[in-house]
């Protein structure tokens, strides 16, 4: 289901493989890859990639986008807190909105660091929590809270968080900012796709099915939250880029 929405991850995906600094030779890791946006992209740029996602039903997906310009990529599930690849195996470690969604992001960076070699560069897009997708994931809690422990996801959207969670590991960390735009033909035209296509949104609407007037609430929430950043039939939706090299 979520394969449509992967659409308009494409600019960003060749946004963060520049930042990045991909080269022709570079072994590259998309960790969380979905569909593979950012792996294919990486892997049109000369680097020799593999992708890893918990998801199986992306891999097939992503195995065909790969398959559609004879792209040679090792596409794997796997879990970002116990990947089975060994230390330094990678020059980049890449994520797209996808770490991000790891309950223990101390665990989740600590593996991603493990794989990269020493100088390596490590680099992921993630949505500021103050921001239109992080106070969506902030309302969806709202109405169905996160598990007991779990890290909020937008704080990798937070430079200050990403600092400290980095700390000591990386030098050079670097930011930028930039959007991406997704089509809309108004709120409520935005709030049904979003409960068709995106996960937390999905699982609030249908734990929340049993209580109507509460549904209602929630919907309404969402529509008033997209008429913020909804101008010209598009959705801006600005996300965070951050980079750093692994200490020698």
């Not at 230390?87 to 991000?100: E, I, K, R």
């Not at 400290?164 to 735009?181: H, I, K, Q, T, W």
């Not at 937390?200 to 529509?223: G, H, I, Q």
């Not at 913020?228 to 090299?245: D, E, P, V």
């Amino acid at each position: 289901m979520f394969a449509p929405q992967a659409t308009f991850t494409v600019p960003p995906a060749a946004l963060l493989v520049q930042f990045a600094g991909i080269r022709a030779g570079d072994e590259v890791l998309d960790v969380a890859c979905g569909t593979g946006v950012v792996a294919i992209t990486a892997a049109r740029a000369g680097a020799r990639v593999r992708g890893l996602d918990l998801a199986p039903a992306l891999l097939i997906d992503a195995r065909k986008n790969a398959a559609l310009i004879g792209a040679n990529i090792e596409f794997t599930e796997g879990d970002v807190e116990a990947m089975h690849y060994p230390d330094g195996a990678f020059d980049v470690v890449l994520s797209q909105f996808g770490h991000m969604f790891a309950p223990r992001p101390e665990v989740a960076i600590a593996e991603m660091l493990r794989v990269l070699k020493p100088g390596g560069r490590i680099a992921f897009a993630t949505w500021p929590p103050e921001l239109f997708v992080g106070r969506l994931f902030g309302l969806v809690a709202k109405y169905l809270p996160s598990p007991p422990g779990a890290a909020s996801p937008p704080a990798w959207g937070d430079p200050n968080i990403v600092r400290e969670r980095l700390s000591g590991a990386v030098r050079d960390v670097e930011f930028a900012c930039d959007e991406m735009l997704v089509p809309a033909l108004s709120s409520q035209h935005y709030r049904a796709q979003m409960e068709l296509a995106i996960g937390p949104v999905a699982k609030a609407v249908e734990t929340l099915s049993s209580n109507p007037a509460r549904l209602a609430e929630f919907r309404a929430e969402m529509e008033s939250l997209i008429d913020i950043y909804l101008s010209r039939n598009q959705i801006q939706q600005s996300f965070l880029l951050t980079r750093a090299l692994k200490k020698n």
